[in-house]
């Protein structure tokens, strides 16, 4: 499986952005997409996760209410949708997927970032 995320930049503080994570290659029983991001001089922290099917959707206590997870399982793409920007948001974005039962995330996106200025 291949992940190719896309979407970051800059943006001032209270701007919105939208990150992408396409899926390829044996997608088939892939179970969750997650959203993670590392700020600099910070360890990697969850952002929230998408089940593939069903939709359902789980976020950290730190963007719930501003970011939304979607998916579009025609296109195999997963979307991070951020909204009311800080500073704080600044990292590098990083989505990853797993087969279901599987603990570890097994498959990582190259990561993009997302610089959000005062």
């Known amino acids: 499986v291949q992940l190719q995320a896309s979407g970051g930049g800059l943006v001032q503080a209270g701007g919105s952005l939208r990150l992408s994570c396409a899926a390829s290659?044996?997608?088939?029983?892939?179970?969750?997409m997650g959203w993670f991001r590392q700020a600099p001089g910070k360890e990697r922290e969850f952002v929230g996760v998408i089940i593939w099917s069903g939709g359902s959707t789980y976020y950290a206590d730190s963007v719930r209410g501003r970011f939304t997870i979607s998916r579009d399982n025609a296109k195999n793409t997963v979307y991070l949708q951020m909204n009311s920007l800080t500073p704080g948001d600044t990292a590098v974005y990083y989505c990853a997927t797993r087969r279901a039962l599987n603990p570890k995330y097994d498959y990582w996106g190259q990561g993009t970032l997302v610089t959000v200025s005062s």
């Open positions: 290659g044996r997608t088939a029983s892939l179970y969750d």
